[in-house]
């Protein structure tokens, strides 16, 4: 771990390496750095090295990378790779790490994978599989190790102690021991840090910790990711509706939950999708971005459309057009800072039904102030730069109220969006913006109109 | 834990009681409810409640709330409490916490707090001072436990009961044990998995983990998450320049790292900070987003100044004024999607000198497919609405011309304020709109103007 401290020099080196034709030594290279290092080399390279590379790794350090890989670089290798040495490579891998694969996997690798475990393994598959990938069923590991309340420390350590001797290892990243009744009802924890260090001859039920209640199977993967950081968790059981202990789910999964539900939350501001691969194929990529270029492409007309309406204006004063961007844009701004804090704010769930109207009032409060701080100081500059009050105040007026515009859309999108099922973090800047420049055209050309002409 | 599945019944209640003026009641609901819980409802609150509240808060329950809320809120805290009630409330807390929070007592407070300390406090707490809050060193326990190397695992055993009876408890979130040489030297992990299911008359030398490499103090905290993130740690031992131990960080202080770091990404490219209080005072919120309004301002107002000098160009062919913002807002478009991507490229380490030429590559590949998509569909509209084949060929150019000037700008301004030693994720945006606004404009009326007037 740690050893390849520099993930720059092993990618110069192979690129080196690979591009003399030395294949022996980049695969020492190789075998020499551990699985995320190598992932994440592999995201970095375009895709004939990445293939190149791959086709140098064992079947056991295949699949540790695999699981490492972002979703897109994942099917693009399991594409590229014969179904015989896709068995191999996904068959060594953790339950849950399968289970994540799966359903990616070609109808034929998935009837093989399947048909090689042995019948206690695809239970726990199965067991694993019953849950959507979003939710604590989908997280859990199944390999949870259980106890009775009435056994001392002594017997526990016993028994795990059997369990190594017998099976090799113990779950990975164990700090506790669950502890269930008779009928496998989750009934507390047992700590490791106890097990250790209290008497061994006190009982499970007089030491373990009944406090912690177990995560629902049907838990959002959000909500858990929130339990453990709220709570400082390093696991945590999941139970089934009869309170049924089927698995627990540990600290390193829900890091990932919390990297990726924040790396979405950037990305879709952008109308990206965060699974994506820098070097997916070009034409690939040209076609999910012209979406968002589309979709905003239909905002921009709307905005000049509006314009449009206003060409006989503009013609008799052609200072709007210059002016009218500035008027737009400002709303765009102070509206985006408003979304950005109330988005975040309801996925903390921190703003709701309770205080949404304090919020209002606040963020109202805030624009209002700023709206006179802007009005006074453009009002001011436009008369050193065009010496014309009426415009000088038509235009610090139309800029004022899309101010106010854009901080209110920017509170009220949010729930509105919600209502309708749409996600604020991908669409909310959209709607935004097609509300700021329509209204900050509308308000601005139609003042001048008004007044001016 | 988890029993208050519903923080906004719990904050609804609470808000009753207060108004209602049921002050005992509202204290034992609060008694009933866990530290996290009620931090998250405190900064949902606006001030006169928050203070409310706190003041029905025991002082050990202050601490361990005061350490979860965000820094905004924490201050204003700490600015209402009384000195000596402050004392009692941060004199409980970990090392750690306190560390975080020490610098912004009130200098009273802090000589109260050391005073109170027992010498081996003091020298754990000094410790964790010395190195810089966002650094290995600052994020770390001190209260690790070390054993050598040729110790057997029954002795580690009886030693951690000795520890456990003379202390009461060992250091929270303990995985595993760090095993040293006499020196103090880092030399591997023993995991408690493996102490409690190994043969105890076996040598910790035998059984630890020796390829674990210990994380240097002075590493960056972003560093230490993605090393618990790739490696799926929950603990690490860190050690100084001379690799003597020195403490170690348990995977919850990382958690909040991660979501601290993706919180400030997501902030700051709305020029907000992510440390920040919704009920911040009026004022103070509008002054620090006027700042923003202020930059994006001169941002308009040179794209602006840009229009001004085609002003003969508008008021001879009005439909330049109607079409021109499209141009402008499709090039921040097309640059926003390759900034996003290459800002967080570069943030995952995937982008660098190694390979930003072929990214550059992808990202020109792109978008001149997209460029000519849209340039072919805008020139069909432009026919169609105006009936005027120049204008649409001008359009569709300018238009052209600015996506892949904006996807260029999001490729290089991220390295360019790399070097400039700015945050892109702060600054991107807003350098990358002044780049597509004043450029798309020139470009489309420079266009118009040579070639239709």
Known sequence: MFNSKDNRQLAADLAELLDAGYLARATTRLETSDPPTIANILEAFPWEKRLQIWQLLTPQTKGAVLIELNEEVQDGLIAES??????????????????????????????????AMDERRRQRFEAVRRYP???????????????????????????LRRIRRQQGELPEHMDAIIVVDRASRYIGMLSLSDLVSLEENR????????????????????????????????????????????????????????????DRALMSAAGLEEESDIFAPIVTSAKRRAVWLGINLINAFLAAWVIEQFE??????????????????MGGIAGTQTLTLVI????????????IRRILGKELGVITINALLFAFMIATTMMIWHQDSNLALVFSSALAINLLNGAMAGAVIPFV?????????????????????????????????????
Chains 1, 2 share one sequence.
């Open 417 to 453: 969006l919600y209502k309708l099922g749409i996600d604020p973090a991908l669409a909310g800047g959209v709607v935004l913006m097609a509300t700021t420049d329509a209204l900050g055209f509308f308000t601005f050309l139609g003042l001048a109109t008004f007044f001016l002409l």
């Open 82 to 115: 014969l179904p015989e040495n896709l068995v191999k490579t996904v068959s060594g891998l953790d339950i849950d790490d399968l289970a994540d694969l799966y359903e990616r996997l070609p109808e034929k690798v998935r009837a093989a994978v399947l048909q």
């Open 203 to 262: 009982t499970v039920s007089e030491v373990m910790r009944a406090e912690l209640s177990p995560i629902p199977a049907l838990a959002s993967a959000k909500r858990v990711a929130r339990l453990f950081e709220d709570y400082d968790l390093l696991s945590a059981p999941v139970v089934d509706e009869d309170n049924k202990l089927i698995g627990r789910i540990t600290v390193d999964d829900v890091v990932d939950v919390i990297r990726e539900e924040a």
């Open 312 to 329: 006989g204006s503009i013609e008799r004063l052609v200072v709007l057009a210059v002016l009218m961007p500035i008027v737009a844009s």
């Open 133 to 159: 990938d979003d939710t604590a069923g989908g997280l859990m590991d199944v390999d949870a190790v259980a106890v009775r309340g009435d056994a001392t420390l002594d017997t526990v350590l016993r028994y």
């Open 344 to 355: 975040r704010g309801i996925a903390l769930d921190q703003i709701g039904p309770g205080n």
